[in-house]
């Protein structure tokens, strides 16, 4: 008799939990302001005078450049404020030939982080780097080569090999998931230029005052490099960061050597690492990375990016920081791919977050 | 004593419509869904078979692209459903050198029609056509030159002349304005090819079913080509369209000569042609077009436009059908640049889109 009833209560329990999490997706988003705007960015000029009579009309193979300027290599920026919001934003920073879409609605059609996080009242700024996306203009010229790559980001996003799916990986089956995915990478405008990344970064920082770095793939280690010189950001959460984890001088590992490539660490004075100590610091890795190598490349790079991760934590947490390192698997989040944000459990992963900004204090209203 | 009357309730009248207007710029917007996806697009495949063990790890000097996919030249859109919805969605379409940042944020930084409208209660959609922006994956190859051209497109835009601004003109004086006005330019990542552009946008009013079209400059003849061929676009908006007007076979005008250029129309067989008699079409053209030919190419380019409109309207009306051509000075607005959606004073010239809706009909819940 108890046990029925204490089934019953936790299969009520159970039901107003669902109800609550469909209500919770239905329910309007009230917005107080959004908009967008472009950060950082520099002018190119070129020698002699402009001639609007001569040269002022559109010659796509032979336009005249004299005295004329070029604005380019700034960041474009996405932001809403919802009603009710919580003090610090959340500034959102896509990884390699990705732009703000990776925090936008999933390939398979479901509300992404930028909406995920709105709910939970977070104002919120998404990216588009230098040189990306919306940000298209560079400075610089470039060939964008158009080459046949799907299958190497298949593998390097780690939905699985070749083009078979690892098993249980949380990605819809629905091939029209898949070709949203695809269709979300977008190339490079201009030659890639972290510190044009990094100062148009700091330059939004500047510009919108405290709130909390959310990163990428290729942007966790630019987003580290971020934060060494932008004291408004006041937390960082990093999905999967790849490359340039920054040590003190003295204490940078050896390094990590894997099949098809080989990850460095950055050094930087410790007077300057200190400021990593400082801020509370999020990792999280996904599913399908091996402890020991393995042949495929794909999952290489990512064992050796967790294990220099570790290595990073220990080293921000040894001089007082307070850095945490999650690797889904071992939270009982399975199947993760390199993309946690828009991955099928991608609720729970915001979960996951919204808990840490809570413990951290970076909630409030 | 009675014109004094008259004179304070006037001013009591003016007080409260100011009130309204602040008040309305300030009021939340209610959401009940947004996100993004792309649609259209081709897959490009190379020969061969793909190796994820031999090549899948990132070698961007050189790629190995046997047996691999790319999947490219769709349009990305971004969309919000307002609470209380009009039936029939906006669907915005940028220019050349543009993307969806045109109906976003003005570059002095106030809202743009996107939001302008969604205060309006219509579901908005922001395309980025293919090859552009968020949609930066191509199947050909192209080279960006990073040329200097930003007084071109000041000239071309109607900003002004050279460096100098018109006088009068909608457009800030505030630095910053101009400076983010010329980071909106996004170049193309790939050929322009606008059977691309047409076959995406087509493939957009199939996924969402009926709306409005709402072009500007160079998707304005796009736009036309595009509501040939499907019958879900239920009536045009076109702000300062430059070349591709449609006329029916032995209708087509002249070639119009202008400074620096020359503007053709297109032929296509009347059968065709007519369902351009069966939507309502507004056509919206700024100020500084000249009615005679000038030295200057920027505005030579609008007086070929505007004649040619001109030449379009009576023949869309005479087979029946319901083209309006409002050249914005003579409904009194005056210093209008080729982008009065987000000109000074873009909220009267939204006013006017918004009563154009409304006349047909277009604007109903």
Redesign the interface.
């Known amino acids: 008799m108890m046990k029925n009833i204490k089934t019953t209560l936790l299969l009520l329990l159970m039901v107003q939990l669902l109800v609550n999490d469909v209500y919770a997706q239905k329910q309007?988003?009230?917005?107080?302001e959004?908009?967008?705007?472009?950060v950082g960015?520099s002018v190119?000029?070129?020698p002699g005078t402009?001639d609007?009579?001569a040269?002022?009309?559109?010659n796509p193979s032979n336009?005249a450049?004299e005295?004329?300027?070029?604005?380019?290599d700034?960041a474009?920026v996405?932001y809403q404020i919802p009603?009710s919001a919580k003090k610090l934003p959340l500034v959102f920073w896509h990884g390699y030939g990705q732009?703000?879409?990776t925090w936008?609605?999933t390939p398979d059609?479901r509300?992404g982080f930028q909406?995920l996080f709105l709910r939970r009242n977070f104002p919120i700024y998404l990216i588009?780097q230098p040189r990306?996306?919306?940000?298209?203009?560079?400075?610089?010229?470039?060939?964008?080569?158009?080459?046949?790559?799907?299958?190497?980001w298949f593998?390097?996003f780690r939905l699985g090999?070749?083009?078979t799916f690892y098993p249980d990986v949380q990605f819809s089956e629905d091939p029209e998931a898949l070709?949203?995915f695809?269709?979300?990478?977008?190339?490079d405008?201009?030659p890639l230029n972290i510190n044009l990344n990094i100062e148009a970064v700091s330059t939004l920082f500047d510009k919108i005052g405290p709130g909390v770095l959310v990163t990428h793939s290729h942007s966790g280690g630019q987003g580290w490099l971020t934060a060494l010189k932008n004291g408004n950001i006041k937390g960082i959460a990093s999905y999967e960061p790849g490359s340039n984890f920054v040590f003190p001088e003295g204490e940078v590992p050896e390094t990590i050597h894997y099949?098809?490539?080989a990850l460095s660490a950055r050094s930087v004075p410790m007077t300057e690492f200190n400021r990593l100590t400082e801020i509370p610091i999020v990792i999280y890795y996904g599913d399908y990375i091996p402890n020991e190598p393995v042949?495929?490349?794909?999952q290489?790079?990512w064992r050796a990016a967790l294990q220099m991760a570790k290595l990073w934590t220990a080293t921000v947490n040894k001089h007082g920081g307070d850095a945490t390192l999650v690797h889904l698997p071992e939270k009982g989040l399975k199947g993760n791919t390199h993309f946690p944000m828009s991955d099928l459990n991608n609720e729970k992963v915001a979960v996951l977050l919204a808990e840490w900004l809570k413990e951290k204090g970076l909630d409030k209203k």
């Open positions: 309007p988003i009230t917005l107080v959004q908009g967008s705007f472009t960015g190119k000029t070129s402009f609007p009579v040269h002022g009309a559109f336009q450049t005295g004329q300027t070029l604005h380019g700034h474009t996405f009603d732009s703000m879409r936008q609605t059609g509300e909406t588009d990306r996306g919306l940000s298209g203009r560079s400075t610089e010229p470039t060939t964008i080569s158009a080459a046949t790559d799907d299958q190497l593998g390097i090999t070749g083009s070709n949203q695809f269709r979300q990478i977008t190339p405008t201009g099949v098809g490539g042949a495929h490349p794909g290489e790079q």
